[in-house]
């Protein structure tokens, strides 16, 4: 069965310090996988992408994400925090359905 | 580009009553869809369509109906609105492939039902 499962509900890092969101993942076959971003009262939007090309991806703002088949990951970094990252996260697998993870928090610390 | 765009940002009704979301996409894509959002629960798909004429059921369609008779237009329809519709609705689109392709959201419709 496919799901999505986001292992933290609310990460604090202080600014400048390294980010890890983890995001763990099951499916039958080849799915798609997305990060997005919600900044407080808007929309969602597209952090980064894996479509089963290059498995390290990089996505904007200095982003990345690595899919991992055999620990079926797709966790989340970013080597420096900036204050502007703080926003909620969503981690999507995308296969026979378009799953959401129930997202995180991430507060960053001055 | 406007991209997506979501009528009304706010909305106050009573339970019982109907309305309609609106949205409205610019970018010619095929795939549009509406999601709401609880907290907790991240977003949960209620109805999407493939293309024009096309529509179908998402996980929680109950109380919601949809049409597409244009490209550019996804209205979501609640029939007698009810206090379990508290939420905030999106709308997304994206160009073809639904699974591997981009979703772009609106700016959300914040619903309370009294």
């Known amino acids: 069965a496919q799901s999505v499962t986001q292992l933290d509900s609310h990460v604090s890092v202080s600014e400048g310090t390294p980010v890890l969101l983890r995001c763990n993942y099951s499916s039958s076959y080849s799915p798609s996988l997305f990060w997005y971003v919600q900044h407080p009262n808007k929309g969602l939007q597209l952090l980064l992408k894996?479509?089963?090309?290059?498995?390290l991806v990089k996505g904007i703002n200095g982003f990345e994400a690595e899919f991992k088949k055999s620990e079926t990951s797709f966790h989340l970094t970013k080597p420096s925090a900036h204050m502007s990252d703080a926003a909620e996260y969503f981690c999507?697998?995308?296969?026979?359905?378009?799953?959401f993870g129930k997202g995180t928090r991430l507060h960053i610390l001055p | 580009n406007a991209g997506v765009t979501q009528t009304p940002k706010f909305q106050v009704l009573k339970t019982g009553q109907s309305m309609t979301l609106q949205c409205a996409q610019d970018m010619n894509h095929e795939y549009m869809s509406w999601y709401r959002q609880d907290p907790g629960m991240g977003l949960r798909l209620i109805h999407y369509?493939?293309?024009?004429?096309?529509?179908d059921q998402g996980e929680v369609p109950n109380g919601y109906n949809v049409s597409r008779s244009t490209t550019e237009d996804f209205p979501l329809r609640l029939l007698s609105a009810a206090p379990s519709q508290t939420s905030v609705y999106f709308c997304?689109?994206?160009?073809?492939?639904?699974?591997?392709?981009?979703?772009?959201f609106g700016p959300g419709t914040r619903l309370t039902v009294l």
């Open positions: 369509s493939v293309g024009a004429g096309i529509t």
């Open positions: 999507v697998v995308s296969e026979v359905k378009i799953i």
């Open positions: 997304a689109s994206s160009r073809g492939d639904r699974y591997t392709d981009t979703q772009y």
């Open positions: 894996y479509t089963s090309a290059a498995t």
